[in-house]
């Protein structure tokens, strides 16, 4: 977000300044792959993209990114989009502009069945042999698609949901509010649930999905790390996390800010059993 003046004051846009950028190791520079334009209201999109260069400006609250082959896949929480961006030129030019990009879903999901399925909040990405992961933060589920051996989505796209977990309650405004997500090397996925923070590990099955209920009227599911728990702080709040080719889980803790009882400035190592 940023405040642009309007005469009146300030006018505080949420979206406004949203960007993907890239740094290469190899020209030791930074780039944009996509950015609002600030100038023109920050609002999606700026134009109609495949008339236009790029960067388009896709993406209200980028919230995760993910490179499989050529192609940088990146999820939108506030505006409900996953871009794939091309990187095939950059990958042989270091100073190479903006990728073109594509949308690859939007809110409507097309399931095995042939139904629509409207999910909102695309926030996680993960892969893995020739699947790509997609979270969904509003919705509180994980679906999966196939890719193709150039690591792009086999058409029609058709996502087959894995995990299911709390979802939104507009009366009390909660969710699971999955953040993040990662595959473990012995092929469990790995899902942050943020506030209050807890880790849940399960290995993906279409025909069985994984039922990620925490509240009590929907009845509990194993949780392998209560984070909340082990710090004695229940307001203990986990953005993101990674796992490492030897299984350990790292997870951040979160802010700061008084209302998460100074949960924040750590990360937490969990060794594997």
Aim: charged share 20%; net charge negative; hydrophobic share 30%.
């Amino acid at each position: 977000g940023i405040d642009k003046p309007d005469g009146k004051g300030s006018n505080f846009s949420k979206n406004l300044n949203d960007a993907v950028f890239r740094y290469d190791t190899r020209s030791s520079k930074w780039a944009v792959v996509e950015q609002h334009d600030i100038e023109k209201g920050g609002q999606y999109p700026h134009h109609f993209a495949p008339n236009n260069p790029p960067p388009h400006g896709w993406l209200n609250g980028p919230d995760n990114c993910l490179v499989v082959k050529n192609g940088l896949y990146v999820v939108s929480k506030d505006n409900s989009l996953l871009v794939r961006y091309d990187l095939s030129e950059i990958a042989k030019n270091p100073d190479a502009p903006p990728p073109a990009s594509d949308v690859v879903l939007d809110h409507n999901l097309l399931q095995p069945d042939g139904s629509l399925r409207s999910l909102q909040g695309h926030s996680m990405l993960a892969y893995r042999e020739g699947y790509l992961y997609v979270g969904y933060r509003t919705s509180s589920v994980i679906v999966r698609f196939p890719l193709d051996e150039d690591g792009k989505p086999k058409q029609p796209i058709v996502g087959q949901i894995v995990a299911q977990f709390d979802p939104y309650d507009p009366k009390t405004r909660n969710s699971a509010n999955l953040t993040d997500m990662a595959f473990g090397p012995d092929g469990d996925l790995y899902v942050i649930s943020a506030q209050p923070s807890r880790v849940f590990r399960f290995t993906p099955d279409p025909t069985r999905f994984f039922e990620g209920r925490t509240s009590p009227t929907s009845g509990y599911s194993p949780v392998w790390a209560d984070l909340a728990q082990l710090t004695d702080n229940p307001k203990m709040k986990s953005e993101n996390l990674i796992v490492d080719s030897a299984g350990r889980v790292f997870v951040t803790s979160g802010d700061s800010y008084d209302y998460q009882a100074g949960a924040g400035g750590t990360i937490y190592r969990i060794d594997p059993k």
